[in-house]
């Protein structure tokens, strides 16, 4: 069932390149799917709130520095305690805590509750490259990390060295993909910045995550949990295309792996 080439790929367009690392850069990916929007906006709900905490502590910091210096003259009081500051100190971080929850956790069970697919992959991280299975079709490909030399070849740039894999993941867009994430041997980690998505990959257990890419393009993530010397070297690339050319990609994938064909019902087991 696995091979170590898609010549189905080779009828591919070109993609636009949209997630991927960039050098210098500090910011987040693109956002192409609604959980990494909403994990973008709860970063900067958080930093703001962190930040307004930080300016004013200082603030606080710099105004007793100056006021209470005793080179200014300024003798120490003796009193052991202020309840409306106590209650202040106690109350304020209350509040601040129960404006993050709901956020927070509607963020959490938007992650966590899979929602029907349309496409279902399983992800087995190996040591080191990852086995990718189209489970409704029964087939599936090992993906590993494309040489240097080889990148041009395969329709790569040079900065993409480290993050363009030989068979990449093809998936359709603005449809929900449920991916069933494992591992044969250690914990490795699937994972797809812009599309906000990350889970480990645990040797005798199966779980679960989702998205619904809403733009074409070649997206690269990595193993994200630390798994040996050849940790590095285990890219992700997934390639989002309309419909239409998935289906195509599909039926020349189908026939390539000897899976089954789309039009054949397979009964429930």
């Known amino acids: 069932m696995l ?28 956002a192409v799917t609604e959980v990494a929007r909403d994990i973008h906006w709860m970063d900067s ?20 520095i100056f006021r209470f210096n005793s080179k200014r003259g300024h003798k120490p009081a003796t009193f052991t305690h202020n309840t409306a500051l106590e209650i ?8 601040i805590l129960l404006a993050i929850a709901p956020p ?20 087995t991280g190996n040591q080191w490259y990852w086995t990718h299975e189209y489970v409704d079709h029964d087939f ?3 993906s590993f990390m494309l040489p240097k030399e080889e ?40 994972t797809i910045p812009a599309f906000g998505v990350k889970q480990d990959a645990v040797p005798g257990r199966l779980a679960e995550l989702w998205f619904k890419a809403e733009k074409e393009g070649v997206y690269f993530g990595q193993c994200s949990e630390l798994c040996g010397k050849d940790h590095a070297y285990m890219p992700i690339t997934v390639k989002v295309v309309s419909q239409d ?23 429930a087991k």
């Open 104 to 123: 927070s956790l509607t963020l959490l069970f938007k992650q966590l509750e899979i929602p029907e697919a349309d496409v279902t992959i399983k992800a």
């Open 140 to 142: 599936g490909f090992d």
């Open 88 to 95: 202040g100190w106690t109350v304020v971080p209350i509040v």
């Open 45 to 64: 709900f958080l930093l703001t709130i962190i930040t307004i905490i930080t300016l004013f502590v200082t603030a606080l910091l710099l105004l007793v």
């Open 151 to 190: 990148l041009a070849a395969n329709g790569y740039s040079s900065d993409e060295y480290l993050l363009a894999t030989d068979t990449a993941l093809v998936l359709p867009v603005n449809k929900t993909v449920v991916v069933q994430v494992t591992g044969s041997d250690v914990i490795h980690s699937w």
């Open 245 to 267: 050319v998935y289906e195509k990609w599909l039926d020349g994938a189908i026939a390539e792996y000897a899976g089954t064909p789309r039009d054949v019902k397979v009964a």
């Open 3 to 30: 091979a170590g080439s898609a010549f189905a790929q080779d009828a591919l367009p070109k993609l636009e390149t949209v997630g991927k690392p960039h050098e210098a850069g500090i910011a987040f990916q693109e």
